[in-house]
Each structure stands twice: as C-alpha cells, then as structure tokens.
C-alpha cells in the first residue's frame, strides 16, 4: 500500500470534514424477545468511528459486541426490536432508513467481514462470479468488465495466480484463502464502513497475522473507517487506534489503545487486562474475574451491570443512572474509577 | 524432575491413505504424512507444549501418545514399556489405559449429552478402576472437588452447565483414574480470558498435586509460554525446533518458529515496526518430496540446498534441537 | 432433562395447534384400534340389515353390499390397520436402526456390505416390491406386515447411517475409549440413545406410509383375504358400487386411512421440531 498517498487522503478527508463520525452509535438499547423473557441485549451503547481510524470493540462472549454490529448493519433477527437510540451513517438515519436503501447501502458503502469465512460465501458459485455479482449489483461495472474487475480485486487481496482462483469454488480453497474472497467481497465496492466480526478466529497465527496487516493496510490506504470486533485484547492492542470495552449490553470504557492499557479506568477494563497472559507474566500473576455475566432477563438489573463482579461496589452504584463521564478522548461507565 | 524418563517417544510416524483404496481403484492411495520422525523424552511433573499451524499434525500426535489412534511406525514407551505396538481398539483392556487421559478441546462435545456430569466423570472409574457403589461415588465427589465442581452440579447435563464447568467435567473425567500422562488438547480455546486463568490454575495446581506428565497442544503462544517448561514445534507433520519454553520464544532458531512467535500479538504492546509475515500456504501434506525440506518455499531463508535435502537435526546448547540447514543460532547462542 | 423436555414440549405444542391436533388425533386413534370393536354397534362381518342403505341415523356409514354395517367395519378396521402398520414399523425400526448404525459407526466394509443392501432395496420401485415379497410369501397378515417393513428399511439404514457417522469422531465417543470401553459398547451404549429421538420422529413419519402400504396391498387383493374388516378391501369392495351410485361403501373407509396418515405425518413433523435441538433456546 502506498502510505504517502494514503496519509494525505486522510489528512484531505479531515480537512473536509474536520471530526464527523463516519458512524455514531447513540445511546443504542436493543431488546430481544424470548419465552423464557425480555433479555436486554444493549443498554445505551454509544461509537464513534472516524475516517481512516480503526475502533476495536472487545469484550467477553455475551458482552453484546456482535449484538451491536448486527444492529449497525441492520441485520438483527426478528426476535430483537431496538428500543432506543440513534444510528447514524455518513449523516443518515440508519433507522429511519426503508429496506430498499439499506440493501442499497450494504455491499456499497457499508461491509462486513464474518467470523466464519466458508459460510460466508456461496458454496455452490465460484468466488470470482460471486464478487462479480457484488459489482454488478453496486459498484457500476458493466458484465464485460466484472470479471477482470474480480480478478484484480482477488490480486489485491493477496491471492497468487487470481484468474484461476476466480474460477475455484469455496471448499477448493483454505481458511485464510476464503477469508481473504472475504474481505475482497466487502472491499469491492469500496465501502466507507467495514465492520470485521472476530475475522480471524479460526485462522493460524501466521494466517491471522496476515489477514490483519491486508485489512488494516487496505483500510488506511482508502481513508476507510473499521470496527474491528473481538475478543483478543492483542489482536486490538495491535491494529486499533481506539477500544471500546463492553460488558453485559453496556459500552463501559472508550480510549486510545495505549491509554487504554496504560491506564484503564472501569474495574472490568482492568480485570480483562490482567486476565489476559503475556509474556513476562507469571500464572500466578493473572487474576480471574469474580462471578459470571449477570442474566440480562432479570427485571431488576442494577444500573451498573458490572456491580456483582466489582471488588469496588459501593452501595450507591446500583442506583441509576449508569454515569456516563467523558474527559477528553476517554469515556468510562462508572461512578468510582480507578 | 531427575530419573528414567516417563515417556519415550522415538521415531513416531502416522501416515493416512487418501483416496482409491477401494476394490476397483486403479491407482495406489496417496499416503498423508501427519505425522513424521518424532522423537522426544518427557519426565514426571513435565509439560510439554505442542505448537504449530493447524494441519501440522499436533493433534494427531496428541491423539497417538493418548492411543486413539494407531502409529504407522516408530515407538511409544511409557515408563520402559512399550505401548506403540497394541491397537488402539484393544488399549482399552490394556493395564496402561488408565495411565494416559486426554482432555478433548470441545468440553461440551466430550460429554455425551444423554450423560449427567457424574456419570461422565464415573465411567473412566468404573470400567479402569473396578469401582462401583459409595466408592465410586466418594471418588466422583472427591475429584470433581479437586476440579472445582461443588457436588450440585453433578447431577446436571452437559447442557445446564456453563462453558467454564463443562472445561471442568472435561478435567475432572481425564483426572479421575490419576493418570502419569495427560494430553490436553487446547483445553482453554473455547473459554473466555477471564475463565481461562481459572482452568490454567487448576491444570498447574492439579499437576502440582498430582506429579503428572502434561502434553498441551495450543494454538496460543501466550498461554503455552505461561504453561509450559518445553516446547516442541510442527511444521507439516515434523518437528522443527525443541527447547526450553523461554529460550524458545526469545531467540527462536528456526525461521519458523521466528515467524510463528513474530505473529503473536500482545496485549498492551505496541506493533512491532517491523516484522517476518510468512507469504503463501504451506505445501500439500501428500507424498511430500523426501529430499526437500517442508518449509522451503515459504521460509525467508531459504536457498537452493533446501529444495534438495532434507534439513538436519542441529542439537543447539541448553537442550534446543532445531531441523535446518541454517539455523538462526546467534540468537539461540546468547540465549543460552 | 425431562422436566425441561416436558416444558419444551409445552412450549412447542403451545405455539403450534396442528401438533397439538395431530397428538389429539393420534389419541383418538389408538384409543379407537384398542376399544373399537367392543363399542360398534354391530358385527362387522354379519349382515346387519338391507343391502346398499344410504347413511341414515341407524347405519351413519350407510351399508355395503350384503348388508353390513359400514361404520362398525370401518371402526373395527382400525385395529387391524394400525396393528399392522405398527408391527411393520416397529420390525423396520429396530432392524434399520441397528444396522444403519452400525454402518455408519463401524464404516468400512460393514458400511459396503449394508450400504449395497439398502441400494439394492431401493432399485425396485417400492410398491412393487412389497407386491413381489407378499406374492412370493403368500397372502397373509404376517406376509403384509414383513413387506412394509422391507420396503422402508433402506430409509432407516441412511438416516441412521448418517446420523451415526456425524458422531463417529464426537469427543464423547473419544472419551468413551479412553475409559477403557469397547467398539460394541461404544455403539450400544453412546451412539444408539442419541439416535433414538431421530428415529423417533422417522417412525412417525412412516407409519402414515406403512398404513398406506398395507391397505394398498389389500386393495389390490394382496394379504388380508375378505371378510375381515381392513379399509384397504372395503375401498376397494366398495369402488365399484360408486359408479352405481353408492358413494358410501368406498368414501368412508377411503376418510379414514386418509386420516390415519395425515395425523401420523403432522405427529411426525411435530416430533421433529420437539427433538430438533435448533429449536431448543
């Protein structure tokens, strides 16, 4: 990639448009309906990501990361009806927006890359016919044109000899190979907005390695703004340029990487912290977190969701609501931080 | 940690037919090498952690030293005796069944889901033991608290129990006969970190207890470093480098492994500018060319003598042994 | 585990009416097949009054040619369809299960060697087959209730098969070996109970088709020889009679195998979303 040119369409952007989200999460609740109750799968989640910035959403399995991610591409199921807040995407109202635009807006300028790569994709259609379908569909390629077009976007992302690769089928190629179709899939149209769902779980270190440095790099060459969702604090420490840690529905630390690690304000940040091996760390030096995940179908969850679990719970912390402070780039959920 | 080792393994060898192989195939099967020419000693109260890409053949490992599988060569001997030359279907009667137990990386699906969490962990004791009645009862309590797992819990099916307490059932089952060798097959891959520290606590408290040799096969690099006093490292089927977990990770000898530790990212640490990213898939794992080494092709070493011959096995100071024809010893030197 | 399978199956039953109408019709069924020909109103095989009687308050299902009672026959009919059709399944159950099982669990050479059979079954068009078997064993009950269970076991033997395979490489299995369990246990003791609810549902969805196998092998004059009451012989003892305009004799035995198999396949695919764990939340 070149980083010259990509610096200063980034710079270009900003001085466009100086700091309006490409994407803003507000106050974002959503609920979902089971028969054994209502579990309230968010509660005021608020993201910002900019243009040409990398947001790392981590957290544990049930902390609502994907949850938010499906609600940011209008993908939810059903069962789920979301109870509040905002979504907007380069200036329009993700819920106010009929279906017709949405399915317009994904695929163009709004992508996803999925956990499961091979499920993903059509098993029965080579990969180069099925990013040729994206093209046609959105990206103003006329049928003569697409498969050059896929081809190239397959060299792109990294895959030797493309004419060929266009014409296998998913199972012909491996795990990293499908995930590279992957992200050839979400980036053909040059999307304003890539959203990656755990994209490398699954995949070798080596594999994984690679995969990032490709969609990272190709994000910051086109001025790109990227969620990156998972659950490996490396993985965010090494590609994003802020975090945002969730627990239980709720969003309860937002701060740059580094101020993130070297000073984590909320309990939980730093418990996952510590939780996490390094090198240079002793077993006996990681800590645990107390408890579990509290059931978010209980009718009386306290306004802090992470109470039960905190060796620093006052009796006030139940009380809503949740404090929301911000100081400078940093938001933290609670009322006593470290 | 000094004496006769537990387990010797020398020259162990698993290969798979692939295709033909029925009545009217007109051209021999392929053969896929899973597993070449791996020889190691491990000693009481000794972990060993197992690393490489999937499809290097560590599970398959995993799953011979744990004889579920049947080696196509080479040999397995546990305290002296031999155990590679007994077929697997009948390693089960074997006296020695007891003494090797593997803990599976899918809790849940190591647990029949007809089965409550007692019954899981009784049956190894019931059948290797011979116990039967308050015994076994006593015992199945008695391990599952050693677990972690408070006697409500038993009575539950692997369903009811959270991600975490099935990890437990998993141990506690592989635990309950005492064995002197226990496999476990990325234990912790399926759990949350913050679990996750809880169930490496109880692996290294119950090998403490109990002065049992660990085998650990995973994926993350972290964690065997946390875990482990050696490692071994796989590439298509052979090992590539041994040595003391530490010196291993520091100055990795072979360009492999350089590049398998350059890919672990850590928490808090800032990218490192720059880094090895190896290029390209690793070569098919079918009939592979004897005379060549496996890694050529992908290695950033790599020269002509590579592509012609297999690479030798250099014995490096303080127990490292690494498989190249040019090994990145300086590192490894002042490692050691 | 059951109490929690109880509620799921509350749930299920709750949220879904045609099962819970395909379990009151299965009620209704089997209740009538045990208590039938205690309660008719008159012998089934004895004239009851005039010949060829249109439905009337006395005879509900009219009377057939020599006078019997239409209802009373299509009433103690039940008995005779469904013990067969069960039988059939019952037979077909445990063979096709056991060695579809097998094959999948053992593969190799057991999985060509049954694998061969259930295709060979599956070469002839069913029906036809079943006519072979009962033609070559001779016209009895017995002979009927062999041929359907014939004819539906290379259905058993995939499912089963296919079922088994899936959880030939299951950790649990893995972990029975290493408690020291054989190959024979392993596949009696942890392979066969997990198939059970799938082969559950199986059996419900061919009993429908094994009631129609039997009436279709009477009716065509194979197997239950007059004058016992079976809705296949009167269908077609009454056939004729509608071109005459006696509508009666054939539509109302034709109602109630058409019943019959309607509830077992509505019971069957009720049964699947209760055992399909997907549904489970």
């Keep these: ?338 | ?336 | 585990m059951s109490a929690a399978s109880l509620a799921h199956a509350r749930h299920v039953l709750s949220g879904n009416p045609v099962t819970a109408l395909a379990f009151g019709l299965f009620a209704l069924l089997v209740g009538t097949a045990i208590l039938g020909p205690a309660l008719v109103p008159f012998d089934p095989i004895a004239a009851a009054g005039p010949a060829l009687q249109p439905p009337s308050a006395r005879h509900p299902f009219g009377t057939d040619a020599i006078g019997r009672d239409v209802f009373s026959r299509v009433i103690a009919a039940t008995r005779l369809d469904l013990g067969m059709a069960f039988a059939a399944v019952a037979i077909v159950f445990a063979c096709g299960t056991l060695t579809g099982a097998a094959a999948g669990f053992f593969g190799g050479w057991t999985d060509r060697i049954i694998g061969r059979l259930a295709d060979t079954i599956m070469a002839f068009p069913l029906f036809v087959l079943a006519m072979g078997i009962v033609a070559a064993l001779g016209n009895t009950v017995t002979n009927i209730v062999i041929a359907t269970a014939v004819v539906n076991f290379p259905l058993y033997v995939r499912i089963a098969r296919t079922e088994a395979s899936t959880r030939r490489g299951a950790g649990y299995v893995e972990a029975a070996r290493l408690s020291g369990y054989g190959e024979a246990h392993i596949l009696f003791r942890e392979i066969l109970p997990n198939l059970l609810p799938i082969m559950m549902v199986q059996v419900s969805l061919t009993l429908g088709y094994a009631i129609l196998n039997c009436a279709g092998l009477s009716f065509i004059g194979l197997g239950v020889r007059p004058p016992a009451p079976e809705w296949g012989i009167m269908v077609a003892e009454g056939a004729s009679a509608i071109i005459s305009g006696e509508w009666w004799i054939a539509l109302f035995p034709g109602l109630a195998l058409m019943i019959a198999v309607f509830t077992f396949n509505l019971l069957g695919d009720g049964l699947r979303d209760i055992v399909d764990p997907r549904r489970r939340t």
């Design chain 1, 1 to 338: 990639m070149n980083d010259v040119a990509a610096a200063t369409l980034v710079q270009a952007a900003a001085r466009a448009a100086p700091r309006v989200p490409v994407l803003e999460v507000a106050d974002l609740s959503v609920e979902f309906r089971t028969r054994s109750g209502t579990v309230r799968a968010l509660d005021g989640v608020s993201l910002q990501v900019h243009r040409g910035e990398c947001l790392g959403v981590v957290g544990e399995s049930g902390s609502g990361k994907s949850v938010t991610a499906y609600a940011v591409m209008r993908l939810l199921d059903p069962a789920a009806r979301i109870t509040g807040g905002r979504i907007t995407f380069g200036g329009m109202d993700m819920l106010g927006a009929g279906d017709a635009d949405l399915a317009d807006l994904r695929g163009r300028e709004l992508s996803m890359i999925f956990q499961n790569p091979r499920a993903s994709l059509n098993p029965i259609r080579p990969v180069g016919t099925q990013i040729a379908d994206v093209l046609l569909r959105h990206g103003g390629v006329t049928r003569a044109q697409a498969p050059a077009r896929a081809a190239a976007l397959l060299a792109e992302v990294g895959i030797p000899d493309p004419e060929r690769r266009a014409r296998a089928y998913p199972f012909e190629l491996s795990g990293g190979m499908c995930q590279r179709v992957g992200i050839a899939l979400a980036l053909a149209c040059r999307p304003a907005l890539l959203i990656a769902d755990e994209p490398t779980t699954g995949l070798d270190v080596t594999t994984q390695a690679v995969i990032m440095d490709l969609v990272l790099g190709l994000a910051r060459a086109r001025g790109m703004a990227t969620v990156l969702i998972t659950h490996d604090l490396g993985l965010a420490t090494e590609y994003c340029d802020s975090i945002a840690v969730m627990h239980a529905g709720h969003v309860v630390e937002t701060a740059p990487t580094a101020a993130l690690f070297a000073t984590p304000r909320h309990p939980y940040t730093a418990r996952l912290i510590g939780a996490t091996p390094r090198p240079g760390l002793a077993l006996g030096d990681l800590a645990s977190i107390a408890g579990s995940l509290p059931d978010l179908r209980r009718e009386d969850l306290p306004a802090c969701r992470f109470l039960d679990r905190c060796e620093r719970a006052r009796p006030d912390c139940a009380a809503a609501p949740l404090p929301r402070r911000t100081e400078a780039a940093r938001m933290v959920a609670c009322r006593y931080p470290l």
């Design chain 2, 1 to 336: 940690m000094n004496g006769a080792p537990l387990l010797e393994v020398a020259a162990l060898q698993k290969r798979f037919p692939i295709g033909g192989g029925g009545l009217l195939a007109r051209r021999a099967p392929g053969l896929l090498h899973a597993v070449e020419d791996v020889s190691f000693t491990l000693r009481a109260g000794e972990t060993l952690g197992l690393v490489g890409e999937s499809g290097c053949g560590k599970s398959t490992l995993a799953r011979l030293l744990a004889r579920l599988l049947d080696p196509s060569g080479g040999s397995i001997r546990l305290r002296g005796e031999e155990i590679g030359g007994v077929a697997a279907q009948r390693f089960g009667a074997s006296p020695r069944r007891a003494d090797i137990q593997m803990v599976f990386q899918d809790a849940e699906g190591s647990i029949n889901p007809r089965h409550t969490a007692f019954e899981a962990i009784a049956r190894p004791l019931r059948r290797l033991r011979g116990l039967a009645g308050p015994a076994l009862h006593g015992k199945v309590t008695a391990t599952a608290a050693l677990c972690g797992l408070p006697a409500e819990l038993l009575p539950r099916f692997p369903h009811q129990l959270s991600g975490g307490q099935k990890a437990r059932v998993g141990i506690a089952r592989a635990v309950a006969t005492e064995p002197a060798l226990l496999v476990l097959d990325e234990p912790t891959s399926a759990l949350d970190v913050s679990v996750q520290v809880l169930i490496l606590d109880l692996l290294k408290a119950l090998q403490a207890r109990t002065g049992a040799a660990c085998i650990f096969v995973s994926h993350d690099l972290n964690v065997v470093r946390l875990l482990c006093d050696r490692v071994l490292v796989m590439y298509l089927g052979r090992v590539v480098e041994e040595g003391p977990a530490e010196d291993l990770f520091t100055a990795p000898a072979h360009p492999y492994t350089r590049a398998l530790v350059g890919a672990v990212s850590v928490p808090g640490r800032p990218r490192a500018a720059e880094r090895v990213r190896l290029a390209g898939e690793p070569r098919s794992p079918i009939d592979p060319d004897p005379n060549a080494c496996r890694f050529h092709g992908r290695c950033p070493i790599g020269q002509d003598r590579c592509a012609r011959a297999a690479p030798p096995v250099h014995a490096l100071p303080g127990g490292r042994r690494v498989a190249c024809h040019f090994p990145l010893t300086d590192g490894a030197l002042a490692a050691a």
